[in-house]
């Protein structure tokens, strides 16, 4: 069953913050956050493993919360080359290799 | 910086025509998939492959789909008989274990 991402879309003017949240109803063993650009490959941004880590990457940072089942992707002072879409891929289990994407949230910086 | 490639990166079909479409992974990773995305939609699971065997696959992957590692370096989704609605950007990924994972620029496959 495919994580449901909030919101859809969303502007941002460069410099501002901006969170996306990616939640399952099932139990998960990890999340994969990827941005991809249009007509691009999606590119990896962070894998988040253990309930409640946190991990950065740059300005961008991720959070896992095992217990509700969600992970929140935080953007902050946002750049011009953070336009693109985010997808989290939730990962069910140990022994399983299928990553299932939710259906992007659509992020523009615009200046 | 190792990446994954795809070829081709476009490829037109007739219905009902087979198509192959390659993918060289990196080469240290152990874990092959496949995956396709919709114009605008999201990035769907087909099928993963470790071992020289599907590990496993999507109610997608039916059996017009098909996967080989034919030699130690490419990894091929063949689709029999292709239908208008196989129409898609085919994505290659591998990975080592169950971190991160590297996509190929992907094939975009036109079915007319």
């Known amino acids: 069953q495919q994580p449901v991402q909030s919101p859809q879309a969303v502007i941002l003017r460069e410099g501002e913050d901006a969170v996306i949240n990616c939640s399952s109803s099932?139990?998960?063993?990890?999340v994969h956050w990827y941005r991809q650009k249009h007509g691009e490959a999606p590119v990896f941004l962070m894998i988040?493993?253990?309930?409640?880590e946190q991990k950065g990457h740059e300005k961008i940072s991720a959070s896992f919360n095992e217990k509700k089942q969600q992970s929140s992707l935080y953007l902050t002072a946002s750049q011009l080359s953070y336009s693109g879409t985010y997808f989290c891929?939730?990962?069910?289990?140990?022994?399983?290799?299928?990553?299932?994407f939710g259906k992007g949230t659509k992020l523009s910086v615009i200046p | 910086e190792p990446e994954v490639t795809q070829t081709p990166s476009h490829q037109v079909t007739q219905m009902g025509q087979e198509v192959i479409l390659r993918c060289v992974p990196i080469?240290?990773?152990?874990?092959f998939y496949w995956y396709r995305q919709i114009l605008g939609q999201k990035v769907e699971f087909l099928v993963s492959?470790?071992?020289?065997?599907?590990?496993?696959k999507s109610e997608i992957f039916d059996d017009q789909f098909s996967v080989e590692r034919p030699d130690g370096s490419n990894f091929t989704l063949k689709i029999r008989s292709t239908k208008l609605e196989d129409s898609a950007m085919y994505f290659c990924?591998?990975?080592?274990?169950?971190?991160?994972?590297?996509f190929g620029q992907g094939t975009r496959l036109t079915v007319v």
């Open positions: 988040l493993l253990k309930g409640g």
């Open positions: 099932k139990a998960l063993y990890s």
């Open positions: 080469s240290n990773h152990l874990y």
């Open positions: 492959f470790y071992n020289n065997e599907i590990s496993e």
């Open positions: 990924a591998s990975n080592q274990l169950l971190g991160e994972a590297f």
């Open positions: 891929g939730t990962q069910a289990g140990a022994g399983s290799y299928q990553l299932t």
